[in-house]
Nanobody, 126 residues
């Protein structure tokens, strides 16, 4: 079965950096658009970033643009989220998501994605 396993979360001071990883198994990774979402306590899950199957196209939420970078390694079946200049408002559980697609269409909603990881906690202290 499909599994997405996130790692790399933790506690960091404001202005610091973290790199999240999401290892995928049970699917043909290179045929999937991948994304990161996050959910803070009391808030709905929100879109953070997405990357096309070929890594040719990326798209970011305005709140993270210029600070976060999504990338993927299709040989390792892994998607990454490099997070720089972290702010306390970035504190959330970060989830990896996948949807089968060989187009460059952007999927920005939680309902667009078929598979989800269990999440990894990111806490940014002020």
């Amino acid at each position: 079965q499909v599994q997405l396993v996130e790692s790399g979360g933790g506690l960091v001071q404001a202005g610091g950096s973290l790199r999240l990883s999401c290892a995928a198994s049970g699917l043909t990774f290179s045929r999937y658009t991948m994304a990161w979402f996050r959910q803070a306590p009391g808030n709905e899950r929100e879109f953070v970033a997405t990357i096309s199957y070929s890594a040719g196209i990326t798209y970011y939420a305005d709140s993270v643009k210029g600070r976060f970078t999504i990338s993927r390694d299709n040989a390792l079946n892994t998607v990454y989220l490099q997070m720089n200049s972290l702010k306390p408002e970035d504190t959330a559980i970060y989830y990896c998501a996948a949807v089968r697609s060989l187009s460059n269409y952007f999927f920005l909603g939680t309902r667009d994605y078929n598979y989800w990881g269990q999440g990894t906690q990111v806490t940014v202290s002020s």
